[in-house]
């Protein structure tokens, strides 16, 4: 029996206004199994007007009742873990139980950390700057935000968004991708048992909807996880009428492997920083940067590792990925490995995964240059690439030598030049011997077309506030 996904407005739930839907496709078999709503303008106008009506009475009210509320929102989805573990894997085609311990407890953890944000808002103390004045600092929430979630990690990243928004005492319209509605309209119907109607919204829809929601006047902020390409135009069509913008985009990541480097356990850290998620992450170890002493050896263990790796359906707890998200996924990996130069080689995989639904083999590619197709573009798979260099500046202009800025690694144990190698990696995050490690406390964000903004973090909640300087005379 198919399952109908609803838009949540103003504290309903209703269908789109025009009865459009779209098709939601399980990626484990390739078959529909749910239908949501493709929402259009009437829609998104609705929206905006509930969360425009509702900010004042949110903005009002004291940082540690949007603290308890927060708090609230994230034990009810520690309560309801089966059900948004599954609805997370059945649009995604996840591991269940790495969904369960890698992605649903850290998003909880992330509410429960912007719930202890919301009551600590810093800012320069009060003073006399000129004579018989004082001034005094306000910082405020920015109003009505505008958020669009990426289909990677659909529940984790609508945390992202609707936590500091919300800790910071905006309101907020959310668009999950068309891809993957389940569990942020699951989330939706958590929060409307606990916060006021209007105050969180969820509308469902394609890139149109998501167009009209940045386009719309009455957001003061767009939010937008995705493609470089998608994050232009959000940048573009913000620019009209001067909306902040927050962006987080697509990413490269180099591993750098210098002769030192304990190699078993960069191989093994680095396979499930490459393959975790499919490699269906801006962090994902896509690039690796091996030195020449030690580069054979690497590809022989890596394309080992990679071998021993599996995919498979999502209650097989012996995989370490699941499928691709959808079908123009699927075509765009494949079609990577179908244009590779002839100086490639393909040390592992290569080649898609059983006939029914979105499976790529782990995969990794050797004998690249820093300027063929599969360096320079994001791939957003389970790909890894690896390419040799001959001393510490090579490896950092060929980490540095793409467009994008997002995330990095250096794998030494010479302390010195790992101190080096951080400040002249051009990304919004080193990591020293390890790979992809993520906590609320620190902030995610980077540079280039990677984007510019922050998640997680006092950064990321900053984000999400306006700062305004009150003067008195004395």
Known sequence: MSTTFRNYIDGVFADASDGRTLDVVDPSTGEVYATSPLSGQADVDAAMAAAAAAFPAWRDTTPSARQLALLKIAD??????????????????????????????????????????????????????????????????????????????????A???????????????????????????????????????????????????????????????ASITGSVRAGIQVAESAAKDVKRVHLELGGKAPAVIFEDADLEKAVED????????????????????????????????????????????????????????NANQLKQVSGFIDRLPDHAKIEAGGHQVGEKGYFYAPT???????????????????????????????????????????????????????????KNLDFGCVWINTHMALVAEMPHGGFKKSGYGKDLSAYGFEDYTRIKHVMTSL
Not at 302 to 317: F, H, I, N, S, V
Not at 395 to 422: E, F, I, P, Q
């Open 76 to 157: 009810a989805m520690e309560e309801r873990a089966d059900e948004l573990v599954a609805a997370e894997s059945r649009d995604t085609g996840k591991p269940l139980h790495l969904t369960r311990s890698e992605e649903l407890a850290p998003a909880i953890d992330q509410v429960r950390f912007f719930a202890g944000a919301a009551r600590l808002l810093e800012g320069r103390s009060a003073g006399e700057y000129m004579d018989g004045m004082t001034s005094i600092i306000r910082r405020e929430p920015v109003g009505v935000c505008a958020q669009v979630a990426p289909w990677n990690y659909p529940m984790m990243m």
């Open 159 to 221: 945390v992202w968004k609707f936590a500091p928004a919300l800790a910071a005492g905006n309101t907020v319209v959310l668009k999950p991708s068309d891809t993957t509605p389940a569990s942020t309209v699951l989330i939706a119907e958590i929060i409307g048992q606990i916060l006021p109607k209007g105050v969180f919204n969820v509308i469902c829809g394609d890139r149109d909807t998501g167009r009209a929601m940045v386009e719309h006047p009455t957001p003061a902020m």
């Open 270 to 325: 680095l396979v499930v920083g490459g393959f975790f998620n499919a490699g269906q992450d801006c962090t994902a170890a896509t690039r690796v940067l091996v030195h020449e002493s030690v580069h054979d050896e690497f590809v022989t263990a890596l394309a080992k590792a990679a071998a021993d790796t599996k995919t498979g359906q999502p209650d097989d707890e012996d995989v370490l990925y699941g499928p691709l998200n």
């Open 364 to 422: 990794v590619v050797s004998g690249l240059q820093q300027d063929d197709e599969i360096i320079q573009n994001e791939v957003f798979g389970p790909v890894m690439t690896v390419q040799s260099f001959s001393d510490e500046a090579q490896a950092v202009a060929y980490a540095n030598g793409v467009d994008y800025a997002l995330a990095s690694s250096v794998w030494t144990k010479d302390h010195a030049r790992a101190m080096r190698m951080s």
